[in-house]
C-alpha cells in the first residue's frame, strides 16, 4: 500500500466509529465527532453514511493529512509517536495494508472497508475507567446516586436512553445491508459486545449472503460472557480476534472493573484457548489499558500474561478521562511509579514499558486533587476503599476517603 507521507492516516478514506450513542468520528481516538454544515452532529439512528462520509469536515481532514499536516483533532495518536509508542494511525497502516487497494488519494472517500462498531452501552460492568456513556451498568450507578426528582435530567440518564439506538434504528441497518460488499473488517466493542444480540444478527446476515469468508471481525471483550453459540457463525468469517481487556488481577481486578469475578474470568480464557483449538482462524490477544490504578503492578499482570499462550499483547495508553491517565500524575507520583517499575525485567515487553514511562514522563502532570476526588466519589458509591486493595499506589497518591 503505497501512502503519501510517513505522518498519513488511512482512517478519515476508508472508517468510521459509531459510539455508544450513536454519534460518529473519524475513528474511536478522534476528538472531534463528525457535524453537518450547521454544526449538528450526525448519529447514526438517522443518518445518511454517504452524506457523512462527504460531508465538510470530513472532506477536510483528509485534505489536511494530504497537504502533510498534522490534524489537531488526532493529537492522541500525535502524543504516543512523540512518546515512541506505536499509535493507532501506525497499528492500522499495518493492520489493514492488505486490505487496501494501491490507487492514487484525494480528498474523495474510499470503499468503507473498515467499521468501529460500539452498538450501544449494554455492559454487566462498571469499570473505573468507563463511564454512563459505555455502560449501562454505570449510567445506572450515577441515576440512582441523585434524587429522584433530577434524575431525568441527568448525563447518566441521557447517555442511558441515547445507548438504546440500535434497538430502533432501521435505517443503520439497511444501510449496513447496502454496503455489506464493502466491508473487510468490523470491530466490535461496547458495551460489551457479546452481551448486544444485533450484532449477531448483522454477522449471520452477512453468512447467509457469503460475505463473511471475506471478512475479518475484532472484539473487545471484558472476558465475563462466553457467548455459547457464536462458534457456529465465527467459522464463517476469514478471522475472528478476541482480545480481553484484563488490567490487573485479583482482587484488583475487580475493584477495577465492579461486578466481575477474576475466578470466572480465568475461567471463560480457558474455554476461548479451548475453542481456538477448534477453529483455526480464531486469535485470541489480551489488552491492558495503563491506568493510575494499575500503573504500580504491571508486573504482575505481565507474569499471568506469560503464564498463557496468548497470540498478541497490547499495552494500552488511557487518555480519557484524563484525571486517571498516567500523563497527568503529580511529578512526584510519576517518578515513584518509574522507579518501581525499574525493579522489574519485563522480559519481551520491557521496551512497551520503558515507552510508556516515556509517555507518562511527557504528560502534564497534575496536582492529583481530581484524581483523588474521582476515586472518592466511586469509593463512596461502591463502599470501596482503594486503600485496601491497592495501598502502594493509594499511599503515592496520598489518597484519603472523605466518606
Given at each position: 500500500m503505497n501512502i503519501p507521507h510517513d505522518k498519513f492516516c488511512v482512517l478519515p478514506w476508508i472508517s468510521l466509529e459509531a459510539s455508544p450513542i450513536g454519534s460518529?468520528?473519524?475513528?474511536?481516538?478522534?476528538?472531534?465527532?463528525?457535524?453537518?454544515?450547521?454544526?449538528?452532529?450526525?448519529?447514526?439512528?438517522?443518518?445518511?453514511?454517504?452524506?457523512?462520509?462527504?460531508?465538510?469536515?470530513?472532506?477536510?481532514?483528509?485534505?489536511?493529512?494530504l497537504d502533510g499536516q498534522q490534524p489537531q483533532t488526532c493529537r492522541k495518536c500525535w502524543n504516543e509517536e512523540r512518546a515512541g509508542r506505536t499509535s493507532k494511525r501506525m497499528h492500522t497502516l499495518d493492520r489493514l495494508k492488505h486490505m487496501i487497494p494501491d490507487a492514487p488519494w484525494t480528498p474523495d472517500a474510499r470503499p468503507l472497508v473498515f467499521l468501529d462498531l460500539k452498538l450501544g452501552n449494554i455492559c454487566n460492568l462498571k469499570c473505573r475507567i468507563c463511564g454512563s456513556w459505555s455502560s449501562s451498568q454505570f449510567a445506572t450507578e450515577e441515576i440512582n446516586d441523585t434524587h429522584p426528582d433530577q434524575r431525568k435530567e441527568t448525563f447518566a440518564y441521557k447517555m442511558l436512553r441515547a445507548g438504546a439506538w440500535p434497538r430502533s434504528s432501521p435505517t443503520f441497518w439497511q444501510q449496513l445491508e447496502n454496503i455489506a460488499d464493502q466491508i473487510r473488517y468490523i470491530e466490535f466493542t461496547g458495551g460489551e459486545p457479546f452481551m448486544i444480540e444485533e450484532h449477531f444478527d448483522l454477522l449471520r446476515r452477512l453468512v447467509d449472503r457469503g460475505l463473511a469468508h471475506n471478512i475479518e471481525i475484532h472484539y473487545n471483550t471484558n472476558a465475563t460472557v462466553y457467548p455459547e453459540s457464536a462458534a457456529e457463525i465465527w467459522?464463517?468469517?476469514?478471522?475472528?480476534?478476541?482480545?480481553?481487556?484484563?488490567?490487573?488481577?485479583?482482587?484488583?481486578?475487580?475493584?477495577?472493573?465492579?461486578?466481575?469475578?477474576?475466578?470466572?474470568?480465568?475461567?471463560?480464557?480457558?474455554?476461548?484457548?479451548?475453542?481456538?483449538?477448534?477453529?483455526?482462524?480464531?486469535?485470541?490477544?489480551?489488552?491492558?489499558?495503563?491506568?493510575?490504578?494499575?500503573?504500580l503492578?504491571?508486573?504482575?499482570?505481565?507474569?499471568?500474561?506469560?503464564?498463557?499462550?496468548?497470540?498478541?499483547?497490547?499495552?494500552?495508553?488511557?487518555?480519557?478521562?484524563?484525571?486517571?491517565?498516567?500523563?497527568?500524575?503529580?511529578?512526584?507520583?510519576?517518578?515513584?511509579?518509574?522507579?518501581?517499575?525499574?525493579?522489574?525485567?519485563?522480559?519481551?515487553?520491557?521496551?512497551?514499558?520503558?515507552?510508556?514511562?516515556?509517555?507518562?514522563?511527557?504528560?502534564?502532570?497534575?496536582?492529583?486533587?481530581?484524581?483523588?476526588?474521582?476515586?472518592?466519589?466511586?469509593?463512596?458509591?461502591?463502599?470501596?476503599?482503594?486503600?485496601?486493595?491497592?495501598?502502594?499506589?493509594?499511599?503515592?497518591?496520598?489518597?484519603?476517603?472523605?466518606?
Open positions: 460518529i468520528r473519524p475513528c474511536c481516538l478522534a476528538d472531534d465527532e463528525i457535524v453537518d454544515e450547521q454544526g449538528h452532529k450526525f448519529n447514526l439512528a438517522t443518518a445518511d453514511l454517504d452524506t457523512v462520509r462527504n460531508s465538510t469536515q470530513m472532506i477536510r481532514l483528509r485534505q489536511e493529512f467459522q464463517h468469517f476469514r478471522v475472528v480476534e478476541i482480545a480481553f481487556s484484563i488490567d490487573d488481577v485479583g482482587e484488583r481486578f475487580e475493584y477495577q472493573r465492579t461486578n466481575a469475578d477474576w475466578g470466572e474470568v480465568n475461567a471463560n480464557i480457558d474455554r476461548f484457548f479451548a475453542l481456538r483449538d477448534q477453529y483455526s482462524n480464531l486469535r485470541l490477544q489480551v489488552c491492558t489499558t495503563i491506568n493510575v490504578f494499575n500503573v503492578y504491571l508486573a504482575d499482570v505481565a507474569e499471568w500474561i506469560r503464564s498463557r499462550t496468548f497470540d498478541y499483547v497490547y499495552w494500552n495508553v488511557m487518555h480519557d478521562a484524563w484525571y486517571f491517565s498516567v500523563a497527568c500524575l503529580p511529578d512526584s507520583v510519576k517518578q515513584a511509579v518509574m522507579d518501581q517499575l525499574q525493579k522489574h525485567d519485563f522480559d519481551a515487553d520491557q521496551n512497551e514499558i520503558d515507552l510508556v514511562c516515556d509517555f507518562m514522563r511527557g504528560g502534564a502532570s497534575t496536582d492529583g486533587f481530581m484524581t483523588r476526588m474521582k476515586i472518592n466519589d466511586l469509593d463512596r458509591k461502591r463502599s470501596q476503599d482503594l486503600r485496601r486493595v491497592a495501598p502502594e499506589i493509594a499511599l503515592l497518591l496520598q489518597y484519603e476517603t472523605t466518606y
